[in-house]
């Protein structure tokens, strides 16, 4: 028996290992020059490779079709991961909110291990072998590459989505099943920065707010974000920016209403009771150094520039209805939503070979059988924080696994 896995990322790596035994040979082939290219940027080359948290908690950080994903994550859960690493001499640490890292903080820890173990198990990996098509052909299938044709009793799709298209994510995936009759979910950024109208001073660019809430609205639908964000020329970023991403990427923007709360600790009434405070106790300073009392003074100026405060009034003067427009100000800073950063600063890609045409238990094709899909190819994301790429090493490992009892 012969297996084909095409991509050489955390799914078709791990999916290897898992496939390969003395009757099935597995070849690995990959379009890139090296292994886990994508890897190698994740995290910041510092690999956030998985999360310590149960399997109902990974669940519930998974944004798409997180049913989908229910027997994948019970064969190979975040504890099977850190396991299945720190067993093959690759130790790991967990960081603040269960994020888990390797100990020397280089991603090609990780990849390196997942290569070492494949080949160790017997699969055959090539480089610089772009797959260009697939067919079946009788009871197999034929993969076209660059350099020849290969027959394969079974196939893996892994290659994942379109985001970080330097790294040789291009799609192909979502070609090749579509060709093979294939229903592929229209792809779009997920987990990147949202454009908007308001011009960011370039002084401010790379400036964080922290402690705040991004709220989003879309008619009845309304979600809040508690954390830091950036501000870049024309786009926000960071992570309270990029998990919004992940909800509004398919809704209209000019439906979208967003706005920053600076305060969201406080009310309006407790606010209001502070800035009340903050003038009497200072009733000879300026509206500009009440100001900088509630907000950080790199924010102050973009502040300004969209609001009609003057920083030269006396606090004196500063009237209850401009004290009460100071508080809405503060609570609903106004925001005009243009879109998403594109896949070439997406972490991952939402969309991709509907769920529906896949079976659960095994990662199989509803369709075509032997081929199998595993990773970020498949119409499931997840948040930030590990989950994807664990779903890619879940959903990799049962497609292998899988093949693995059919061929032992």
């Not at 790596?13 to 597995?26: D, H």
């Not at 149960?54 to 669940?59: A, H, K, S, T, V």
């Not at 960011?200 to 309304?222: E, Q």
Request: aromatic letters at 10%; charged letters at 25%.
């Amino acid at each position: 028996m012969k297996t084909i896995i095409i991509g050489a990322g955390p799914a078709g790596l791990i999916a290897a290992s898992a496939a390969a035994n003395k009757n099935n040979q597995v070849f690995v082939l990959e379009k890139n020059e090296k292994a886990g290219k994508k890897l190698f940027i994740t995290g910041k080359g510092r690999c956030n490779l998985t999360n310590a948290c149960n399997e109902r908690d990974f669940i519930a950080n998974v944004v798409t079709n997180p049913k989908f994903l229910f027997s994948a994550i019970n064969n190979f859960s975040s504890k099977d991961t850190i396991e299945w690493f720190e067993a093959k001499g690759c130790p790991l640490v967990i960081e603040r909110g269960n994020r888990v890292f390797p100990e020397s903080y280089k991603s090609y820890d990780i990849t390196d291990t997942l290569v070492s173990e494949a080949k160790l198990k017997g699969a055959y990996l090539h480089y610089n072998e772009e797959v260009l098509s697939i067919e079946q052909a009788s009871e197999q299938y034929k993969v076209f590459t660059k350099r020849a044709t290969y027959f394969a009793d079974y196939v893996i799709i892994a290659t994942g989505g379109v985001s970080y298209p330097s790294t040789g994510s291009t799609g192909d995936g979502y070609r090749f099943a579509s060709k093979l009759n294939h229903s592929i979910i229209s792809p779009v950024p997920a987990l990147t920065g949202l454009k908007i109208e308001e011009r960011i001073p370039r002084r401010m660019a790379g400036f964080t707010l922290k402690c705040v809430s991004l709220n989003v609205k879309d008619g009845k639908w309304k979600h809040s974000e508690f954390g830091e964000m950036t501000f870049y020329e024309d786009y926000i970023d960071g992570p309270i920016v990029i998990s919004t991403s992940s909800l509004i990427n398919r809704r209209d923007p000019e439906t979208i209403e967003m706005e920053i709360d600076l305060k969201p600790a406080l009310s309006e009434e407790t606010l209001l009771a502070r800035i009340n405070r903050d003038i009497e106790n200072k009733p000879n300073d300026y509206v500009g150094d009440l100001l900088e009392g509630l907000m950080p003074r790199s924010f102050m100026d973009f502040f300004l520039d969209h609001t009609f405060f003057d920083v030269d009034e006396k606090c004196t003067s500063f009237s209850r209805a401009k004290r009460l427009e100071l508080v809405q100000a503060l609570k609903h800073f106004r925001l005009t939503y243009l879109g998403l950063v594109g896949f070439e600063r997406a972490v991952v890609t939402s969309g991709g070979v509907s769920t529906k045409e896949i079976n659960s238990s095994t990662m199989e094709s509803k369709l075509m059988p032997n081929l199998f899909f595993a990773g970020e190819v498949i119409d499931v994301d997840a948040y930030t924080g590990g989950f994807n790429i664990q779903t890619a090493l879940s959903t990799g490992y049962l497609a292998g696994k899988t093949i693995n009892e059919r061929t032992e």
